[in-house]
């Protein structure tokens, strides 16, 4: 029970102890704090702890505080919160808020003339931007003081992105932030000809990244990504490290990006969070306070020593400071300074209670003599220089610009980079000195992969490095001549471009540049989503096109090209209509014979008919003559027929031995595509193959075209119609029946420098990506290797380089489908070598024919003849033969028709020449017809019997003995017809009556002849 009389009697003393301190108390101070900024007040509090513990400031004085806690967000609370201080009594009031409750605030303090010392706070960690001006009265004023400086970021970060000569960026910003806050910058930067963009930040990063996946085409993305290769962060450390943490885990940023982080209010601990989320190259603006090198001054200022638990860098506390409890503490210190130089001058005003509700409330009468004095102060404490000029701002600040170097290793080192203040402008410079034109003593190490025309080995001698000559090569070597580095050249140990593997690595040319045992790839190396994920590529130095290589059209030596314009069936059936038209011929002269002329020597046998369709066939004419209505009138559509098709083959003949035929009708990729009897394909694994099946199989751009080419190229899984390298797909298509799609520079370098110029090429003019050089990820190189090639392009070089090595005059056409020497070239004896062989076979046919003949007239000459072996004797000949006998001597027989020769049974033994005549015609012995003529002149009558029994020819004796033989009937011309003797048995003797002597005058009938 004694314990509760002890503990009354304490608190009494207590009460007694500090009531007249507070009542006694003249320093005053309220404060109104954002009811999330806790540390503000804790910061305010120790403070005004370590100012009243300094006896050197304030001497026997002590200052009193009132704190408040307001919304942000609410500006009356604010101006309530306020007045209820005032009413309180207070020489001073400092405020940590927004900008939406400090023009409240300020109105009011410039209404009682109360100091404002205000402190701008911004919400969440986001940087700041400036306060829109407060409209007061004319001629009032202004009673508020900046204690934080104006907000120069628009400067700063304009003279960083121009220090980088940044043209086009992004700027990402968060949603606490006030995008007003640079327009300033917005506005320079567009007179500077930059092309700047703004997105916003949205709370759930990870479904902004989502949707963007979701509603973005593939292209829109990969413009997406980069663009994100150059960005301006304006957003607190906590959202940029979400966000940085979210794009680098979507792919969305390479290792060549750069970002800058732009925060007055970024921590140690949290730059070095920041660079072990990113990757590439980093650079952070964050305002920065000049501390005395010497630790042992750093807690003291002046006749004050700050806290160490906010002095010390190694303190937790003083390493997680914000910004404003900086601000807040040199307020604090500020203001008792002020007080002590009052107290000193015995200038003091005491406080009095103001009523912000109470009409004709005076202001203040000390404000005025307060505010000038608080503006003629400064002090030196953890913001460095706290004063103030004549405007009320804080004019003393510095930000600090760190940076990390280009690399893909995360938490590497950062560095200072320069410094910026207004007065100064920038203290240092940005640039990487790598990325200078002057890269002089550097040696870069080269990975190539030799593929024509790109990078082909000049000259390899036995101990000496090869040399390497072509399209890439000589951009190095221009390259090199400008910048003034070496290289080194080696191949890909296993020749390929790269491809990732299962495990996550890369081999050929890229595993190279990952595994950093090369600097710079070159080859005809193509710039595709896929390698720029793991490696930097430069500015493309030439266009990429798909195109197709094709054999061109050869002209095959066929011996029998005469017989192409007709299809065999065509011949058959031309042949066949040939016998069928010389059997309907036959078959209309049998059933309506023609009545021939007296003395004709041509017959309608099925032979004849034949002989006489072909010869008008080939417009040769015939030999029978046909007189009837029915067979002219079948011959004259023969005729008509026969010249349509001779017509037709002539045309036809002209344009097969003139001009060859193209074989392939392939012109474009969409011709290769449709056609399925022509395989094609391309090098497995590689870029190409890639394009084609993303096109292909892509759900949200399927390609038709693409569609049907991945099917023919991934046939069989890939294996069948896909080689390993390019020369193999080169090789197939000169040796083979195969079309090689690949990179189409690459195919007209092949097409143009063919040596029998049996190649072309088709494709595509539309370019849609390009050839780069690939670097390591995060290589100084990249920029200014990309700057020289867009300097080579600007003046032409570029143009120069490729016309050495794709030639617009080239030795070969790449385009053509034929070889242009095989048009409208002179005929050549490929042509005509069918002609000449079928002309051989006629010749050897007819002389097969000629000895089978002879065969067979002799085997029959050897047996008794019979009457299937009479035959029609060469009436022709026999006329010839006949009209010698006249024409022997000068006897008037010469004078007779040379169309026919009469002979009748005259007399000619007593002619002499008559006799040797005769003897010319027993060449037609064995032809079982007697002959008879008449001898007008002589008026004797001679007989011969031709016949297989006179073997010697003609005998000469009596007339009577060679007269033998049954007269059937009396010839036309006064001699006799007797029908051949078969055989000799039966024979009977006829005597021979001379004709009387009177004379018929047939020596003065030319128009005499012979009858057989």
Request: proline share 4%; net charge negative; charged share 20%.
């Amino acid at each position: 029970m004694k314990v509760f009389p002890a503990v009354v009697l304490l608190v009494t003393i207590w009460s007694q102890e500090w009531e007249p301190v507070i009542a006694d108390s003249i320093i005053h101070i309220g404060a109104i704090f954002d009811e999330s900024a806790k540390k503000d007040d804790e910061v305010f509090r120790l403070a005004v702890a370590d100012l009243n513990l300094n006896n050197e400031i304030l001497e026997t004085e002590k200052i009193t505080i009132s704190v408040e806690f307001v919304d942000a967000s609410n500006p009356f609370q604010a101006v309530q919160e306020a007045c209820e201080l005032m009413n309180r009594g207070i020489l001073a009031l400092v405020s940590s808020i927004g900008c939406m409750s400090a023009g409240s605030l300020q109105s009011l303090a410039d209404a009682m003339h109360i100091p404002h010392l205000f402190i701008q706070r911004a919400s969440a960690g986001t940087p700041r931007s400036s306060c829109p001006p407060t409209s007061r009265a004319p001629n009032a004023d202004d009673y508020t003081l900046f204690v934080r400086p104006h907000v120069y970021l628009n400067d700063v970060i304009l003279r960083v992105v121009t220090e980088y000569t940044w043209q086009k960026f992004i700027i990402f910003y968060d949603q606490q932030f006030d995008i007003r806050g640079i327009e300033d910058f917005l506005d320079q930067s567009s007179q500077q000809g930059m092309d700047v963009s703004l997105q916003k930040v949205e709370t759930n990063i990870n479904m902004m990244i989502t949707s963007m996946f979701r509603t973005m085409r593939m292209e829109e993305l990969h413009r997406y990504r980069d663009t994100l290769r150059r960005a301006v962060l304006f957003m607190s450390p906590t959202t940029a490290k979400a966000f940085i943490t979210e794009v680098v885990e979507t792919n969305l940023v390479a290792f060549d990006c750069h970002w800058i982080i732009i925060n007055e209010e970024i921590s140690d601990l949290e730059v070095q969070e920041l660079v072990m989320k990113s990757i590439g190259r980093l650079t952070l603006v964050r305002q920065t306070f000049p501390m005395p090198q010497n630790n042992t001054q750093r807690c003291v200022r002046g006749n004050h020593r700050i806290n160490t638990s906010l002095c010390d860098p190694k303190d937790p506390r003083a390493q997680t400071l914000e910004i404003t409890n900086r601000y807040i503490y040199d307020t604090v210190l500020l203001l008792a300074n002020t007080f002590h130089r009052k107290l000193e001058d015995r200038k003091w005003h005491s406080m009095a209670s103001l009523s912000c509700i109470r009409k004709g409330t005076k202001p203040w009468q000390g404000g005025r003599p307060m505010l000038e004095a608080i503006k003629k102060g400064g002090v030196s404490g953890l913001t460095s220089r706290l004063e103030f000029s004549d405007n009320g701002t804080n004019p003393n600040i510095h930000f600090e610009i760190l940076g990390t170097n280009y690399g893909e290793d995360r938490g590497r080192g950062v560095t200072r980079l320069a410094t910026w203040d207004p007065v100064h402008g920038l203290n240092g410079t940005l640039t990487d000195r790598k990325l200078e034109n002057n890269m002089r003593g550097v040696v870069l190490r080269v990975v190539i992969v030799l593929e024509e025309p790109f990078v082909m080995v000049s000259e390899n001698v036995l101990g000496k490095p090869k040399k390497y000559q072509g399209y890439s090569i000589d951009v190095l070597d221009a390259l090199s001549n400008y910048l003034g580095f070496k290289y080194e050249i080696y191949v890909a140990p296993d020749h390929k471009y790269g491809l990732a593997q299962t495990d996550g690595t890369w081999n050929g040319l890229i595993g190279e540049l990952v595994s950093k045992r090369a600097d710079v790839g070159l080859s005809a190396l193509t710039i595709t989503p896929e390698r720029e994920s793991v490696v930097d590529f430069t500015t493309r130095y030439m266009d990429y096109s798909v195109g197709v290589l094709l054999r061109k059209a050869e002209r095959t030596v066929d011996m029998f090209a005469c017989l192409a314009p007709f299809d065999l069936s065509l011949w058959a059936c031309i042949a066949g209509t040939v016998l069928l038209v010389g059997i309907l011929v036959y078959l209309l002269n049998w059933l309506n014979p023609p009545r021939l002329p007296m003395g004709s020597v041509s017959s309608t046998t099925l032979y004849n008919s034949m002989w006489f369709v072909y010869g008008s066939f080939v417009q040769q004419g015939g030999e029978v003559p046909y007189t009837t209505l029915a067979t002219r009138m079948m011959m004259g559509i023969w005729w008509l027929f026969a010249l349509i098709v001779i017509s037709s083959y002539t045309a036809n003949l002209a344009a097969f031995l003139t001009i060859t035929r193209i074989e392939s009708s392939i012109q474009s990729l969409q011709d290769l595509s449709k056609q399925t009897d022509l395989p094609y394909g391309t090098v497995l694994d590689s870029a190409v193959y890639d394009q084609v099946r993303n096109k292909a199989m892509n759900p949200f751009e399927r390609d038709p075209m693409y569609s049907q080419m991945w099917r023919m190229i991934n046939r069989t899984g890939g294996a069948e119609n896909n080689v390993e390298e390019s020369k193999e797909g080169i090789r197939k298509v000169k040796y083979g029946r195969f079309a090689f799609v690949w990179d189409a520079a690459v195919l007209e370098y092949v097409a143009i420098n063919d040596e029998d110029c049996s190649f072309y090429t088709v494709g595509s003019n539309a370019a849609d990506r390009g050839y780069g050089i690939a670097m390591q990820h995060g290589s100084p190189y990249r920029d200014i290797f990309s700057q020289r090639i867009l300097e080579l392009q600007q003046n032409g070089d570029m143009d120069i380089l490729k016309l050495k090595w794709w030639p617009r005059d080239g030795p070969c056409d790449m385009h053509a489908a034929v070889g242009a020497q095989q048009r409208g070239t002179t005929l050549d004896i490929h042509s005509f070598a069918g002609v000449f062989c079928v002309l051989a076979a006629g010749v050897v046919l007819s002389c097969l024919i000629a000895m089978v003949e002879t065969w067979w007239t002799r085997r029959k000459g050897s047996r008794v003849p019979s009457k299937e072996d009479d035959k029609e004797i060469d009436l022709e000949h026999l006329h010839h033969r006949v009209n010698s006998l006249c024409t022997e001597d000068d006897s008037p027989h010469k004078q007779f028709s040379t169309s026919s020769i009469d002979l009748t049974p005259l007399d000619m033994d007593s002619m002499p020449a008559a006799r040797q005549a005769l003897e010319q015609i027993s060449d037609f012995r064995n032809t079982h017809i007697t002959t008879t003529t008449f001898i007008p002149e002589q008026i004797q009558t001679l007989s011969r019997s031709l016949s297989a029994k006179t073997g010697g020819g003609f005998a000469y004796g009596t007339v009577q003995d060679h007269r033998q033989g049954t007269f059937r009937q009396r010839a036309p011309n006064g001699g006799f017809f007797r029908s051949p003797i078969k055989t000799m048995q039966g024979m009977q003797s006829m005597q021979y009556q001379p004709t009387p002597g009177p004379n018929f005058g047939y020596g003065n009938d030319p128009d005499r002849g012979t009858s057989i």
